[in-house]
């Protein structure tokens, strides 16, 4: 639990925006999880090195949580302060076909401001839930393309708010659904991108192509946490779950979805442990049959598995 001292520190620096014995059910896509001991959303960079600072000083761990995609948030207490930077939603056009992007945005407002100043090389994170802090954390991508082949540099804030940083392309450690390498509590502010002149008819035309692709094969009309798995290499994990016949398996309020096997769903009163028995129905089943060991994509926090 969170100190009374740490409690009043960090209402005295974000007001309203701090709740405690929050539960995470409400901010994560899935809609599952115990509750936080508090939950911030700092507005400016002042309020989360204050946060942070607040934290490192009573020795309070603190977790990012995003936009809640990608993520379990498991039915135990997560003990600390979970930190979603959803304020942060500056986009900036900068010269030389680069752009200035704040964690906090999300796929939906890029893909406008992408259409509306004609800058292409972004559309494929716009078939991809969450916001641009997640992407980065997790390299999220579609087949033949990833955050790591825009990204010039990325603006992180030390794990206790007391140095910002800009560390190059460079020096940044991409891996398959990962970025490696930064400090752990360190949080992600903003990034910078390269981008490509070019028409709005044109990027609006290949957004709306990946819109209705991902419409046509992913069950956006239910809660989920996005894909589970990693794909192994040369297969889809999608492939793998329903060839061994799971595809639509129900566990609790949880479902194997129907639609495409490598996502789970809420549909209704669904647990973590719900949850987590798919996961690892999935994982024994997919063993039995193919041999493959399938390795979790999605963030489990709140306590162990």
């Not at 192509?209 to 889809?236: E, H, I, M, W, Y």
Request: some cysteine; glycine content about 10%; proline content about 6%.
């Amino acid at each position: 639990m969170i100190p009374r001292s740490a409690r009043e520190a960090l209402e005295e620096t974000l007001g309203d925006r701090v709740r405690f014995d929050f539960p995470l059910a409400r901010c994560t896509s899935l809609r599952v999880g115990g509750p936080v001991d508090a939950f911030a959303t700092p507005e400016t960079r002042e309020e989360i090195a204050r946060t942070l600072a607040i934290c490192a000083a009573h020795q309070i761990p603190h977790h990012a949580i995003g936009a809640g995609f990608n993520t379990i948030a498991l039915d135990d207490r997560l003990e600390g302060v979970a930190i979603q930077l959803g304020k942060l939603r500056r986009l900036e056009e900068r010269p030389d076909c680069r752009l200035r992007v704040e964690a906090g945005v999300s796929h939906s407002q890029l893909a406008k401001f992408c259409i509306e100043r004609g800058l292409a090389g972004l559309e494929f994170g716009c078939g991809i839930p969450g916001t641009v802090g997640g992407w980065l954390a997790m390299n999220a991508g579609i087949p033949g393309r990833e955050v790591k082949d825009v990204v010039e540099e990325i603006e992180v804030i030390s794990p206790t708010g007391r140095a910002l940083r800009h560390f190059p392309r460079a020096e940044l450690r991409f891996v398959y659904r990962a970025l490696r390498g930064l400090a752990p509590g360190s949080l992600i502010l903003s990034a910078l991108f390269n981008v490509s002149l070019s028409d709005t008819d044109a990027v609006r035309a290949e957004v709306d192509r990946l819109l209705t692709a991902r419409r046509n094969s992913q069950p956006l009309d239910v809660p989920s946490c996005g894909s589970v798995f990693k794909n192994p290499p040369g297969d889809f994990a999608g492939r793998l779950i329903e060839a061994a016949g799971l595809k639509g398996r129900r566990l609790g309020g949880a479902e194997i979805s129907p639609v495409h096997a490598n996502f789970i769903a809420n549909r209704g009163g669904a647990t973590a442990a719900d949850v987590l028995g798919l996961i690892r129905e999935a994982q024994a089943a997919v063993w039995q049959t193919a041999a493959v060991r399938l390795v979790p994509e999605v963030r489990l926090i709140g306590g162990k598995p």
